[in-house]
């Protein structure tokens, strides 16, 4: 067994799912979930999620070997500066969010020296939100990217390693800017271009949708304030991502409207040894 006590703040899909899957594989012996609803808390204790709950974050972390931050991306590093000094000397903090760039800056300038924080970024989830969506196999076979700095504390590093590790996570390495430029393009930029396919169907032609419309839009009915909150957070680099995909979008119109078939079918061929080489 990893840690003792382990406390997660923002008991949702993702963080409904780091409790299930630390007491499956029994990385921890108790677990506490904080979190502003009490009626989500008392759902996620009442499937196994978590053992016990408050609203209190001074509470929930005072015995806490490890603290997990499941939050939205806008508030992590706030509950983990406002954590801080009610944490026991040596706790570890990491989090779950799907920006890291301006988050790690402000928690390693803002913890206290007794906190040893390390950023992290389970590559899981879906377009559903709540514990009742919760699943102990989320991370099995799934990258978790860790983004240590300079600062980053050598021991605490291991063991946040070693934390997701042992939720069954395959756990690389980047800094926080290379992150962040990462998902802007594999996850970022994907929702928010589901999200226009999604926005400009006229009502009168919904009748008319099938698997491919379905499959492609499928992401865009994540909750539109938390994706809010991530474009706000990781801008620039979705910016860039976004220009990226105009440009390639502009040639396109450009093949189609010159009926070039032999340049359209590269095109779609290339895109087709991308995908396939992904898997399922």
Not at 18 to 39: C, F, M, Q, S
Not at 250 to 275: C, F, G, N, P
Request: hydrophobic share 45%; with cysteine.
């Amino acid at each position: 067994m990893l840690f003792d006590s382990l406390t997660i703040v923002g008991v949702g899909l993702i963080g409904g799912s780091v409790g299930l899957a630390a007491k499956a594989k029994a990385a921890t012996r108790r677990v506490v979930g904080v979190g502003r609803n009490a009626d989500t808390l008392s759902r996620a204790a009442a499937l196994g999620a978590i053992d016990e709950f408050t609203t209190d974050l001074a509470a929930g972390v005072r015995s806490a070997d490890v603290v997990v931050f499941c939050s939205p991306v806008d508030r992590i590093a706030r509950q983990a500066l406002d954590a801080a000094p009610y944490a026991r000397p040596g706790a570890l903090f990491t989090d779950a969010g799907s920006t890291k760039a301006t988050i790690v800056r402000d928690l390693d300038a803002g913890l206290p020296a007794h906190i040893r924080f390390v950023g992290a970024h389970p590559l899981a989830g879906s377009e559903k939100q709540g514990p009742e969506h919760a699943r102990a196999d989320l991370f099995d076979g799934r990258v978790c990217v860790l983004t240590p700095t300079s600062r980053t504390d050598a021991a605490a590093l291991e063991r946040v390693d070693l934390f997701w590790r042992a939720l069954g996570c395959e756990v690389k390495r980047l800094t926080p800017e290379e992150h962040d430029l990462a998902l802007a393009t594999t996850s970022h930029l994907p929702h928010f271009v589901a999200a226009l396919i999604a926005g400009q169907l006229p009502e009168r032609w919904r009748p008319f949708t099938a698997t491919g419309f379905r499959d492609t839009t499928r992401i865009a009915s994540g909750d539109p304030r938390l994706w809010a909150a991530i474009a706000h957070e990781n801008a620039l680099a979705l910016a860039h991502a976004l220009d990226q995909f105009a440009g390639r979008l502009d040639e396109l119109r450009e093949v189609v409207l010159a009926r070039d078939t032999a340049e359209l079918t590269r095109i779609l061929a290339d895109a087709k040894r991308v995908r396939d080489a992904l898997g399922s």
